[in-house]
């Protein structure tokens, strides 16, 4: 059986089209992003700054990506 982890909040959408937001989480690259309902959004695609607390940035798979702006994020684990 799979559960939703919370990732984080998304801060702000880059201009490279990209969400950014922080965690606490230990991820990888290329992990899928879903909301709360399960819908995917999109795959970790960078992570970077600060070890304990790193910024992720998203390269997300929906057509408006601003609409994610403020909502919080999960992955997926078993």
Avoid: E, W
């Amino acid at each position: 059986m799979y559960c939703l982890k919370r990732l984080g909040k998304v801060l702000h959408l880059s201009n490279s089209k990209k969400l950014i937001l922080r965690t606490a989480l230990n991820v990888r690259t290329g992990t899928k992003v879903l909301i709360a309902n399960g819908k995917p959004v999109g795959r970790i695609f960078d992570i970077f700054g600060p070890i304990k607390n790193p910024y992720i940035s998203i390269d997300p798979s929906v057509k408006n990506p601003d609409q994610y702006i403020g909502r919080v994020l999960y992955t997926q684990t078993q």
